[in-house]
């Protein structure tokens, strides 16, 4: 055997099988994410963004970022994506991509699409793309961690107006 060669098993192929369908998903999450980036109205950022949504079945719905004269009316590729699915009876996902035109590093969700994500669910992934496809891996509770949610709503308050 040669440095830098190594012995291939049985198993470690299967491993290493498995791990590449379990990677396919991704990889075509991201590419669907790139591509609905590709219709991103943006005429004064000329910041482009898409983002494709998994639900649990696998149905995937995608969105880009939306602009507006008005510049607080507009809406993220990631809100524009889960709203879809929100619209169409869907409320747990599995995973959501996120692309943009950033050569150097991958592309982070802003504030307000971290809590709109966090609303259904802190345990979910979110994949932060480059355009060569690479990307990292991150749950809601990692990019918004001690976050406000549903639940915080239900615990028990003290009455109105008292200290």
Not at 7 to 33: N, Q, Y
Not at 98 to 120: H, T, V, Y
Request: hydrophobic share 35%.
């Amino acid at each position: 055997m040669k440095i830098g060669e190594c012995c291939v098993t049985e198993a470690a192929t299967e491993a290493s099988r498995l791990h590449s369908e379990a990677d396919d998903w991704i990889k075509s999450l991201i590419l669907k994410s790139q591509k609905a980036k590709e219709f991103a109205y943006c005429p004064y950022s000329k910041f482009r963004v898409g983002a494709a949504l998994m639900a649990h079945d696998g149905t995937v719905f995608t969105g880009c970022n939306v602009e507006n004269a008005c510049y607080n009316l507009g809406v993220c590729a990631e809100r524009t994506a889960i709203t879809k699915a929100v619209s169409e009876g869907y409320r747990n996902f599995k995973a959501i991509a996120i692309a943009s035109d950033l050569d150097e590093q991958s592309i982070s969700p802003c504030g307000g699409c971290r809590q709109f994500m966090r609303e259904f669910g802190e345990q979910w992934s979110v994949l932060l793309s480059k355009p060569d496809g690479s990307y990292i891996e991150m749950t809601v509770d990692e990019l918004l961690p001690v976050s406000f949610g549903p639940d915080d709503l239900k615990k028990k308050r003290t009455p109105n107006g008292s200290t």
